[in-house]
């Protein structure tokens, strides 16, 4: 029974209401409206899927009986092909009337298929003028599609002239030759390949089987920082997104918690172990009627590095990346569990190819790939958008890392610590061998010896050997081996030392907005940076002319002496047993250290002599 606003008791009427207690298995959860989400329609939970995205190929072939409006010359004739927001061009054919081109152009479309493809023929009159000769659209939902590299049918299409509304009648129609696929034999990249969630072709027909299951419970997040203002005091309207192959979730929105609970459960079938799931918490803002939804944090959790069955359950650090540096926005806790249902399937995983055989029998450019992931990225974003609760655009971008791959000198750092840290085996390796040389440990030094000699007199021990060795340091670092899931480190991606000034430029749009006497300083430190890189890819350039410089007769001395070196050696390697010549040489290497000199080799300072074409440089 209604009441009035001061609990008079006025009969105003009476209004029914359901009241329940549920779970997340009720079908009407995303639906309802829960007490601690505010009753707004964007804070509601949503499972979206993105859209299913296809290769499209365009091949132009050629084009004929093309008219130009400059009867007193041949037109320089171009192809245009336009789908959606993507364009690309061929080549400029000069001087012909039937221009001949055989390119391929290549474009991402998501179903359902919206935009038609748009052929434009035009002519280049001047650079900056370009003339239409004719022009026709090609719906995609009459294209063939195909899951692998067989060649489909060409087809002439005429392309018309239009001058406002009016078609202007000419003697002769041209046309242009294409063959036009959709290609489903590929994986349309919209993440990068190094966090995937996906590596499935897009014909679902020559899918693999799943090898199992993964379950994600979303319960909470502790020790959250404000993000924006509410009544003079600072607020946070938290939710998860969760992304894994096709699949999106989006839990509800907290309102105005800084613990908020979500105890949220999902659930997605594995394809391929080697794969990411990746998981971000925001702020929404769109309750205040705020313009962009702010990043709280992210989470990547690798499934290989899961044990199977094994339920894990730990708290994640939640870290931005800011101008100012990095700071930890709070903790978000996850429960994981990646379930298998064959354990021969998931093994002979590991013995495939990463990416479908597509990309390997008809391989596309790495800068080729990099345009296509833009576009799907954008088209994902695009359609993602459109539902409802949506999920914005600036969370797509921020889940699927759209700038992944711009310039950032604290990410440069970064990478070449971790090529040094890969190096630093081998570098340990070459330091202890010196030390053997050099006999700083005898007793060591005299066990290497033994252990030489007799791999020289049963060679068929060293394969054994090595693989044993390689069995038995993988079962000491066994018990080293991590008890969680790793996440995000600043310290290895050089966040918690990177310059404010680099942070600032990383942050920097293209083209920038920052002034001359701020964007002067970068330009110049790039320049170092990019002079250091130079000099050692120029070092390397040397060494690798050294080598061919050896047979290429540019210094005939250091070739003849090179040449008359080979030969004696091969008439005493043909007359001196195998063994006894590996014995002369590891006793060589490993002489006594008085036996030794500090000043170089005769072989090292023979190569060091030799040409390089460094001298040919302007």
Known sequence: KLEGRKGEAKNL??????????????????????SDTGGHSHTRSKVYLSPKLWYVRVNVIEAQDLVASDKGRFPDVAVKVQLGFQILKTKIV?????????????????????????ITVEDMVTPNKDEVLGKTQIPLTSVIKRVDYRQVGPKWYNVEKHHGDQKKENKFISRVHLRICLDGGYHVLDESTHYSSDLRPTAKQIWKRSIGV???GILGANNMVPMKTKDGRGSTDAYCVAKYGQKWVRTRTIVDSFSPKWNEQYSWEVYDPCTVLT?????????QNGSRDSAIGKVRIRLSTLETNRVYSHRYPLLVLQPAGVKKMGEVELVVRFSLSSFLHMMNCYTQ??????HYLRPLGVAQLESLRNSAMKIVALRLSRAEPPLRHEVVQYMLDVDSNMWSMRRSKANCFRIMSVLSGLIAVAKWFDDICHWKNP??????????????????LILPTFFLYMFLIGIWYYRFRPRHPPHMDPVLSHADTAHPDELDEEFDTIPTTKIHEVVAPRYGRLRSVAGKIQ??????ATQGERFQALLSWRDPRATAIFITFCLIAAIILYMTPFRLVAILFGFYVLRHPRFRSKMPGVAMNFF?????????ML
């Open 13 to 34: 009427g009476e209004i029914m209401l359901s009241v329940w207690m549920g779970t997340q298995a009720d079908e009407a959860l995303p639906d309802a409206w829960l």
């Open 94 to 118: 000069h001087n012909t009337t039937s221009p001949f081109w055989n390119e391929d152009l290549l474009f991402v479309a998501a179903e359902p298929f919206e935009d038609p493809l748009l």
């Open 214 to 216: 993964l379950e994600l």
């Open 279 to 287: 998981l971000g918490v925001f702020d929404n803002c769109q309750l």
């Open 353 to 358: 190819p990463v990416l479908p055989k597509m």
């Open 443 to 460: 007793i060591t030094t005299v066990l290497v010896h033994i252990l030489f000699l007799i791999l020289i007199w049963y060679p068929e």
């Open 535 to 540: 000099t050692v890819l120029g070092d390397i």
């Open 608 to 616: 060091r002599r030799l040409p390089a074409l460094s001298d040919l």
